[in-house]
């Protein structure tokens, strides 16, 4: 079954306090992973797309990384208006069901002046 | 302005009341899709489009019903509404070339079912 974990569910750091967010994977043939920023009471807004393990994409203090099992997004020297619930999505190849997403419960970050 | 619209934004219903919740695009974007937000539960695909005419189901789509007539609009039909689909509910749309789930978000309708 395809399935997508995200840790830690909510993570508090102080500002310039660089860390990391894990999103696990497993999936039929990964199409593409993605990461997007949802803000209280907002839709999700797109942040990038990894399609194969090694590669990487960089925005500002967010670098996402992607291997065959897990991707991870960095965040360096933070700042509060980083804060926010990160979510990460993987797209299946297996059937050719081409539009299904699977989307992880997502972690939410806290970032204190 | 690029945008995904949904409407209503709130809604107050009562079991087994038929509603349709409506998306509009104005992106010209192929690619169409409902998902449902539940704390615990994260984001679940309810159904999605690719194109007019062609819908398939996601992860969660009993209960719910839809529809592509036209390219812009992705409506959402709850036949008989429970109170287990209160939910916030997003639709959401994009191309379908290569990196095509940079998907664009509506507000989304935050849906209570008494």
């Known amino acids: 079954e395809d399935q997508v974990t995200q840790s830690p569910e909510a993570l508090r750091l102080q500002e310039g306090e660089s860390s990391s967010l894990n999103c696990s994977y497993t999936?039929?043939?990964?199409?593409?992973l993605f990461w997007y920023r949802q803000d209280p009471g907002k839709g999700p807004e797109f942040l990038f797309t990894?399609?194969?393990a090694g590669e990487e994409k960089e925005k500002e203090r967010l670098k996402a990384t992607l291997t065959k099992k897990e991707s991870f997004l960095h965040i360096t020297a933070p700042k509060p208006e980083d804060s926010a619930t990160y979510l990460c999505?993987?797209?299946?190849?297996?059937?050719?069901?081409?539009?299904?997403?699977?989307f992880g419960q997502g972690t939410t970050l806290q970032v204190k002046p | 302005e690029a945008q995904v619209t949904q409407n209503p934004r709130y809604l107050i219903t009562v079991t087994g009341k038929k509603l349709t919740v409506t998306c509009s695009q104005n992106?010209?974007?192929?690619?169409m899709s409902w998902y449902r937000q539940d704390p615990g539960l994260g984001l679940r695909q309810i159904y999605y489009?690719?194109?007019?005419?062609?819908?398939d189901k996601g992860d969660v789509p009993e209960g719910y019903k839809v529809s592509r007539k036209e390219k812009r609009n992705f409506p959402l039909i709850l036949e008989s509404p429970s109170p287990n689909q209160t939910s916030l509910y997003f639709c959401?749309?994009?191309?379908?070339?290569?990196?095509?789930?940079?998907?664009?978000f509506g507000p989304g309708t935050r849906l209570t079912v008494l």
């Open positions: 990894l399609y194969s």
């Open positions: 999936v039929s043939g990964l199409r593409g």
């Open positions: 489009s690719m194109n007019v005419e062609v819908t």
């Open positions: 999505a993987v797209q299946a190849g297996g059937s050719g069901n081409t539009g299904k997403l699977i």
């Open positions: 959401a749309s994009s191309f379908t070339g290569l990196g095509y789930n940079e998907q664009f």
């Open positions: 992106m010209n974007h192929e690619y």
